[in-house]
Every structure is written in structure tokens, then in C-alpha cells.
């Protein structure tokens, strides 16, 4: 019986479907662990063999983790919202809802190929009123909630207005955006709309104007990473900075929290500096510098309150309220051209472009609070509105960014101050007219002569007591913009009244996606809800226009997994009390900031509430890399229609051209597949190789359909079968590196499946499996396996698992193995990895239940000792021969067999034996003289 994969896969694919074979309840006899993949956005394109290796890496997990005794749960869903289903939309005028649906069933149909073990009764759809219910739910909870940062948790605000009424802002003090003052009296005497507003300033979430990426030509904010070089990544259209009113999280209040709960969790040390950097803590002052002839006062933040004594100029962000307020009037129109310009340049890009320094003086000068000297005051878009307080403090000494933009416009960077035992940054970038350090210090006063710790508290406890400024800490972490002048999101609960926000009624959700006749702003430049007829409550009042971004819906998905048919709650209380958390979640180190940082944030929330039990929702988390392309070339000679194989080419004068690898098998090309490849290559002439072959040539790059280097994973499984390129993707290497798709080893793979089914089928005498007992040799080879195996899982080295497994049929089958007590254990190791074929095996045994379910072996020690161990025997240092002992022989036994070895007597004849030095275990050295 030969190893038909194609028939096999669709055998127990049907199966487990139809028997609800991966199905999960609470069950509290059982250990629960959960393992997560991050959500995928469901593409046009499909999946493409890249995409598949953290799901079958988890998926390798989970089914370990069962087969361990865990209840687990394994879920799925699809992250639907986004930017490309409404583009799309807009091209053709047929709904999101529809080409999101159409590709959800594409990425059904090529995750069940793969013969995943997920539960598909959890599927979720971010699209979906049912799901995005508890989105809008969840934002109403935010709306009516503040930050209390002497609770140090999230708090209703009726506590907050209640505290209003009766002290005002008196004892508070909470995470705002501006810091308010008034009494009770003024509170209990303002109108609605004022209090409302006022409130704005407490809530987490909350609207006001602030700074954003926006894209005239998509009608759309839109989020860092959906711009690069001032364009937007879909379409390539122009992105522009500008203040706009949008919704917000206060993201911000939780910042130490989010640090502090780093310590908690099982992150790399890599993830978590990414976070640590992200979050930007920072301890330091705020002090203020007056500019001279005004009433304007620049506030500023800096870690290293002792380098103020060497301020050489001041520096304002392009978007700084205060630009307008000191730019002098002959200055007036060179500024206004500069903030025209950098509204073109995204915050990313301004942060990275050291070298691109520019800038433009303002006409003003402040005066330097410590020293009295007045320095000028420039505007710069390396200086952000949203980080500190949109104003710094240049000191080029200590800086690089300032030293760069102090060289770029030829201003002072003399003025240094160097504490004892520290040296100022940049020095290797000063010219000659610099003559010596020493000589360019400052009269720095109290601090001279003290090392950089003390100085910082001595300057710090001067500016405090001097009332100059206060000593704080500052978070680089800011508020996240959450509106989207888009149709394809969820819908805001939001109604408006006076022109003030409130939230609808939770018994009114979901609050749906009204039709719209287009999918674009109006001719008015509202956002696309704005076409939509009647969006307003019943008793009249206009809906919000905006809708919510993508990370919206996928902040808490992981929740909702644990409850998802449950429409009274987010998540029930047995289920979230079962659950917990995440045990291990996978996924792509690009989210390293923004989904990780909003789904901790989200969470924290909801645990600050007590709507879940976990403060932080992710235990342990791996980052998969990426499966890079393997690109293939034919060489076309230059003005003809003619290619050379690779190994002729230096003979010839050629363009390379990338060619599909689809057409291409082991760098040999399908000449007859090119020609009907292209129209334009029809008609084309080949020069070959000995042998008649056309070789291609080959380089790694990202996989990209512009590049013909995308693989689709369809392909793979109709010509080897999934099990074959689960294992193989597991093959590539360690699974945190990146690595490149090599289809040229994938027969290897395969080869090993059928050599492994063949030890438990015959091709003509059917099964081979008997019931005699193992020797023991087999039963070493067996448990060196299931302890190599298990131990690489739970490391998830799977790619060490994969040649675990090679070794171990290959010498089973050198052994002749045939024996059930070898072959089922064997079977269960397989099946995490190759799940179809080693069901199919299970059940050719004998078996009635799914092998999901049979014990993972044990490995047991006596099995995994040598009885003997090889010694190489060397004389002065140099091996002469080989010497095996029992395992447990002792130091002098070894010692006289090996001097009585007869490959002894030529090394000691006529010598002296001086000194026999014996590594138990490992060699033998004898000292002759």
C-alpha cells in the first residue's frame, strides 16, 4: 500500500471536521493552555508560503500540549477591516463586505489544506456586528472612565464629576491633556456644554485636536506605518501633517504600568527593550525659559538638568502653538514656508533623519533661566509637538541631534559642560578649530568638579528650590489616535448634542454600518458615513462620521476568543476565570509596538474594571521570522529574444530577468512553461547547457509577486501533500530566524515521510506491524527520540526536531523494526508534525480514537545510558587508537586496558609510562618518556 498523502489529507480533514475533532469546552478536570497566532488580515492575494510557518509552529505546540493531558484552546479568526478592502471598494463600487467575505473564504480553504487544529466554532470576524459589538462596548467604557493616578487605576467618571461638585479640581489628580484649576462653585456653575467639555480632558477616551497623518487623496488619516518617504504605502499618494479633531486613548496614563509589567511576562529581552524604548521613560525637569521682550515662556524637559549651563540655542516643534507667538515679523514668511514643508514628513521620518538636519530661526531669543544669557530660537522638525513639551533645550555637546543641527547652521557648540568623569558626545566629529575640551567649559558653578549623577540631583534641587521649574517624569509613550475618515471600520457609539459627544445606550449596540451610494468623503470633505441617509438616533441627533482603525477590533480579540458566542458580555466570568491569559502567542516582531502596546493597554483597562482576571494578556510570546523568496533568473542577451543558461553567460553580454519560480524545478528551467510564461517570450531561443538544460540563476529577497518569487502553498500541498510541507517549513531553520524558501530540498522531506510510512506499510504485503518484543537497541533509538523531540518542542527548535525525527527512522529501518511497542510511540511523536499521516497510521493499528488524543510517550532513562563508551586513546597527546569500556568501568580499570590494549606496545617500547591521565566518559592520555 502505497503512501497516498492526497487522498489521506482529505480523509481526516473531513473527519475532524465533521466529528469537531479540535472542538473546546471549559473543563476544569484539565489543565487549560492557550496558544494564539496574531490575527491575519484575509488579502486578495491568498496566503503564500511565508505566512503559514507561526501557524505551524503553534500548531506543532498545541497539538503537543493536548497529547500532554492540556485542554487547549487553538483559535482563529480574521483581523477584517482595512484600508485595501475599501480602496477597493472604491474602484469598483461593490461592497467591502463583499471581496473581505469572498477573500475570508479563500484563507479558509488554504488554512484546512494545511490541516490545522484550530477550533473554528470561536472564528471571529472583526467585521462582523456581533463581534465589533463589544469594540463599541468597550469604547463607551472608556468614554465614561478617567485615569486616577493616586489609585493608579482606571475609575468612573461620575466619581470624577462627583468630586467636581463637592471640592472642584481640589485633591485631584488624574491623567489629563491640559492641567485645569477651579472650585466647586465655578464647576456647579457652568453650562452643560462647558462640563462636557472639561470632562473631555479627563476621559480615556476622549477628543481634542492633535497632530496627524493625513491624506488628501485617500480622504483618511492615516496610522506611521502606513507611510514611508511622505506618501502613503496604498497608492503612493501625497501625506501631509495636520491638526484635526480626532477621538483618542489615553494611552499615556498607563505608561509605568506597561513598563512595569514587562518584568511579568516571558518576552525576549529584544521585544521588551523595543517596548522599554517605546514607552520612553525618563526622569528629569521642566523648567521654563521666558523669551526676551514677551510674556511667552518656553517649557522644556531634559534628563540632564546639569548640562542648562551649556544651552547654545533653543529649538520649537513646526507645530508648536508657540511658533506663532515669537516668530518676528521679518522672519514671518521663511517660517510659515517651513511648516508648509515639514507637514509633508511623517513623525517616523522625522526621528530617523539625523543627517537630513534643517530649520529656520524665528527671530526671537529666550534667556536661560540658570545663566541669564539670552540664545536664539529656532523651529525644527526634529523636534516633535507630541514628545515632552514640543520645545527643547540644545546642547551640542551632549547631543548628537543638536550637534548635527548646531554644524548644519554654523551655531555654537563651545558653550560645554563637562562634569568630572564625563566626556562630551561628538568629539570625534569636531574640526580642528576646536582646540581642546578643557578649554571651552562653562562656568558651570555649583556643579563643577562633581560626576554627572550628582550634578543631575544638585541642579535639579537648585531649580526647585528656585522655583525655575519642577522635577518630573515624562513618557516618550503618547495617546493613540483612534479616528478614521474611513467607511470600512467599526462604527463609533457616539452621538452628538450641542456639539458635545455622548455615547448611545449599550442596549442599543451594535450600532451598524449604515449603505452608503459611494465609499468616499463627501463633496463637503466629510468622511464617507457622511453620504449615509438618516445617521442619527431616534430622537434626532447626528452620529459620529468617523470610524474606528484596525487596531480596534484586534486589541481584545483574544477574549472574546475565550467566550465568543456569549451576547451579554465580553466575556463571561467562568470562561475568563478558566482562560486567564494567553500562554503563548505568536507572531511578527513588526507589531512589536503598536498592536502589542494597544492589546496590554486595552487589557489593563478592562482589568482595572473588572471585566478580566489578568493584568497583562500575553504570558509568553515568540516572534517568527520570515520566510524570505528564492528568486530565479534566465539571462537574456542584450537586443535579442535570446536566453543563455547560467554557467555560458560569462561569454556573453546579458540583462538578468526574473522569471516565475513556478516554472523553474531545481534551478532548471521549464523552457516550453516560459514560452507560454509571456507573449514576449514565444518566439525565444535558448542557449543550453551539456545535457540540453537551461540552469537559472537565484537570489534571496523578500517574496513578492513583482519579483515571481511568491509560492503558493496550494502548489506545494498538490505535489507533496501539507504533512510534507509542515515538516519542511519546520526544516527551513531555527524558527525565529529568517530564512529563504528553498524548494530544492523539499523531496528530501518527502522522501522521509514515505521512508517512515514504509516501516509500518508494505506497498504489496500491507501492514508490517507486529507484536514481538523490542530489543534493545530499538527501544534506545525510540526514547533517545521522544526525549530529544520533547525536549526541542518545548524550545521550540523545531527544525532540531525534524532531524531528530530523520535519524530515528533511519535507524529504525537499519534495525528492520516492525514492532507496535516502537511504532506507536513513534506515531504519536509524528503527529503534532505530520497530523494526517500519523492519523492514518493510528487507525491502521487498530485504534477507534483520534491519536489527538493518545499519551505523549515518556522517556525512560535506562534507555537513554550507553552500556559502553568509546575511548580514543592518545600517547603525548596524539590518538593511536580506540578502546571501549563498560559505561561504568572506573578510573583504574580503564587505565591498565588501555595499557594492556596491544596497540600499547609500540608507544611504550623502551619508554617510561610517566603519567596516564583518564576523563571518565571522554578520553585517555598516556605521558611516556
Not at 473581505?100 to 484550530?118: A, M, P, V, W
Not at 517605546?278 to 514677551?294: D, H, L, T, Y
Not at 544651552?311 to 513646526?318: C, D, E, I, Q
Not at 497583562?616 to 515568540?622: G, N
Request: aromatic share 12%; with cysteine; glycine share 6%.
Amino acid at each position: 500500500m502505497e503512501y497516498n498523502f492526497k487522498e489521506i489529507e482529505k480523509k481526516w480533514q473531513k473527519h475532524w471536521k465533521d466529528q469537531k475533532t479540535y472542538q473546546v469546552d471549559v473543563d476544569k478536570e484539565k489543565p487549560k493552555y492557550y496558544v494564539l497566532d496574531m490575527f491575519p488580515y484575509p488579502s486578495g492575494a491568498g496566503l503564500h508560503v511565508g505566512h503559514p510557518l507561526g501557524y505551524i509552529a503553534s500548531d506543532i505546540f498545541s497539538r503537543f500540549k493536548r497529547l500532554n493531558g492540556f485542554n487547549v484552546l487553538h483559535p482563529m479568526g480574521y483581523d477584517a477591516y482595512g484600508l485595501p478592502a475599501e480602496q477597493y471598494a472604491i474602484q469598483t463600487g461593490q461592497h467591502p463586505a463583499i471581496t473581505t467575505e469572498k477573500n475570508i473564504k479563500r484563507y479558509r480553504e488554504q488554512l484546512d489544506k494545511i490541516g490545522f487544529s484550530y477550533d473554528w466554532n470561536r472564528e471571529v470576524k472583526t467585521c462582523d456586528p456581533e463581534y465589533y459589538k463589544w469594540t463599541q462596548w468597550a469604547f463607551i467604557q472608556m468614554f465614561h472612565h478617567y485615569y486616577d493616578n493616586k489609585a493608579e487605576k482606571a475609575l468612573p467618571v461620575n466619581d470624577l464629576i462627583d468630586h467636581f461638585k463637592a471640592k472642584g479640581t481640589k485633591d485631584i489628580d488624574a491623567a489629563c491633556s491640559d492641567e485645569l484649576s477651579f472650585t466647586a462653585d465655578e464647576w456647579n456653575g457652568k453650562t452643560e456644554k462647558e462640563q462636557q467639555e472639561i470632562l473631555l480632558n479627563y476621559r480615556i477616551a476622549y477628543l481634542a485636536d492633535t497632530m496627524v497623518n493625513w491624506c488628501p487623496e485617500l480622504g483618511t488619516v492615516l496610522a506611521n506605518d502606513e507611510v514611508k518617504e511622505g506618501v502613503s504605502l496604498r497608492g503612493g499618494h501625497p501625506v501631509e501633517q495636520k491638526v484635526m479633531r480626532q477621538w483618542s486613548l489615553r494611552v499615556s496614563a498607563y505608561a509605568e504600568r506597561l513598563l512595569i509589567g514587562l518584568d511579568n511576562i516571558d518576552w525576549s529581552d529584544s521585544l521588551k527593550e523595543i517596548q522599554k524604548n517605546w514607552i520612553g521613560r525618563s526622569e528629569g525637569a521642566e523648567m521654563i525659559f521666558p523669551v526676551k521682550n514677551s510674556d511667552v515662556e518656553m517649557k522644556i524637559f531634559t534628563t540632564r538638568a546639569d548640562t542648562v549651563f551649556g544651552v547654545t540655542f533653543m529649538v520649537l516643534a513646526p507645530e508648536s502653538e508657540l511658533v506663532n507667538q515669537v516668530v518676528h515679523s521679518d522672519h514671518k514668511k521663511e517660517v510659515e514656508q517651513y511648516i508648509a514643508d515639514a507637514k509633508k514628513r511623517t513623525e517616523r521620518e522625522r526621528m530617523s533623519e539625523v543627517k537630513k538636519m534643517t530649520g529656520v530661526f524665528t527671530g526671537a531669543y529666550a534667556v536661560n533661566p540658570l545663566t541669564n544669557e539670552e540664545v536664539p530660537v529656532w523651529v525644527s522638525d526634529y523636534v516633535l509637538a507630541g514628545y515632552g513639551t514640543g520645545a527643547i533645550m540644545a546642547v551640542p555637546a551632549h547631543d548628537s541631534r543638536d550637534f548635527a543641527f548646531a554644524r548644519t547652521f554654523d551655531l555654537p557648540v563651545t558653550q560645554v559642560v563637562v562634569p568630572h568623569g564625563e566626556e562630551p558626545a561628538d568629539t570625534d566629529q569636531w574640526d580642528d578649530s576646536i582646540d581642546s575640551k578643557e578649554g571651552y567649559m562653562v562656568n558651570s558653578g555649583f556643579i563643577n568638579g562633581l560626576d554627572v549623577p550628582e550634578a543631575i540631583h544638585k541642579t535639579k534641587e537648585y531649580i526647585r528650590k528656585k522655583g525655575i521649574g519642577e522635577v518630573n517624569v515624562n513618557y516618550r509613550l503618547r495617546d493613540a489616535i483612534f479616528s478614521r475618515q474611513r467607511y470600512w471600520g467599526e462604527p463609533f457609539p457616539v452621538y452628538y448634542k450641542d456639539d458635545m459627544p455622548y455615547t448611545l445606550d449599550v442596549s442599543n449596540l451594535p450600532l451598524e454600518l449604515p449603505e452608503v451610494d459611494k465609499y468616499l468623503p463627501t463633496e463637503q470633505g466629510e468622511p464617507p458615513l457622511g453620504r449615509a441617509k438618516n445617521w442619527k438616533t431616534e430622537e434626532g441627533y447626528p452620529l459620529e462620521l468617523n470610524t474606528m482603525p484596525g487596531f480596534a477590533g484586534s486589541s481584545a480579540y483574544y477574549l472574546r476568543y475565550m467566550d465568543p458566542h456569549n451576547n451579554k458580555q465580553l466575556v463571561s466570568q467562568e470562561a475568563n476565570e478558566y482562560w486567564k491569559d494567553v500562554d503563548l502567542y505568536i507572531g511578527g516582531t513588526e507589531h512589536a509596538t503598536g498592536h502589542l502596546i494597544y492589546s496590554r493597554f486595552w487589557n489593563k483597562f478592562l482589568y482595572d474594571i473588572g471585566e478580566v482576571c489578568q493584568s497583562e494578556p500575553f504570558r509568553k510570546l515568540v516572534n517568527q521570522g520570515m520566510i524570505q523568496g528564492r528568486s530565479n533568473f534566465v539571462y537574456r542577451l542584450k537586443g535579442t529574444n535570446k536566453f543563455v543558461s547560467y554557467n555560458l553567460k560569462k561569454d556573453y553580454d546579458t540583462t538578468p530577468i526574473h522569471v516565475d519560480v513556478n516554472i523553474v524545478q531545481n534551478d532548471i528551467l521549464d523552457i516550453e512553461a516560459f514560452k507560454n510564461w509571456n507573449p514576449e517570450y514565444k518566439d525565444a531561443e535558448f542557449i543550453l547547457e551539456d545535457g540540453g538544460k537551461y540552469v537559472c540563476g537565484w537570489a534571496v529577497e523578500k517574496m513578492s509577486k513583482s519579483m515571481f518569487n511568491v509560492v503558493n502553498p496550494d502548489d506545494i500541498i498538490e505535489q507533496y501533500g501539507a504533512d510534507t510541507l509542515r515538516l519542511y517549513e519546520m526544516f527551513l531553520g531555527p524558527l525565529e530566524q529568517s530564512k529563504p524558501w528553498d524548494t530544492n530540498g523539499i523531496d528530501g522531506v518527502h522522501k522521509f515521510l514515505r521512508k517512515a510510512w514504509r516501516l509500518f506499510i508494505d506497498r504489496d504485503n500491507g501492514i508490517l506491524v507486529t507484536d514481538k518484543e523490542p530489543s534493545k537497541d530499538e527501544l534506545k533509538v525510540l526514547h533517545r527520540a521522544i526525549a530529544k523531540i520533547s525536549d526541542d518542542i518545548e524550545r521550540f527548535s523545531f527544525n532540531t526536531c525534524v532531524s531528530a525525527f530523520m535519524i530515528c527512522v533511519n535507524e529504525l529501518n537499519d534495525l528492520k523494526c516492525h514492532k507496535r511497542s516502537i511504532l506507536e510511540p513513534l506515531a504519536i511523536l509524528l503527529s503534532p508534525f505530520a497530523p494526517h499521516m500519523a492519523e492514518e497510521l493510528w487507525h491502521m493499528l487498530g485504534h477507534k480514537t483520534s491519536i489527538v488524543d493518545a499519551p505523549w510517550p515518556k522517556a525512560e532513562d535506562k534507555y537513554l545510558k550507553d552500556d559502553s563508551v568509546v575511548y580514543p586513546v592518545s600517547f603525548n597527546g596524539k590518538m593511536r587508537f580506540k578502546l571501549e569500556m563498560p559505561a561504568d568501568a572506573g578510573k583504574e580499570e580503564i587505565e591498565k586496558a588501555a595499557l594492556a590494549h596491544e596497540g600499547a606496545a609500540k608507544w611504550t617500547e623502551g619508554k617510561t609510562v610517566r603519567k596516564v591521565i583518564v576523563v571518565p566518559g571522554k578520553i585517555v592520555n598516556i605521558v611516556v618518556g
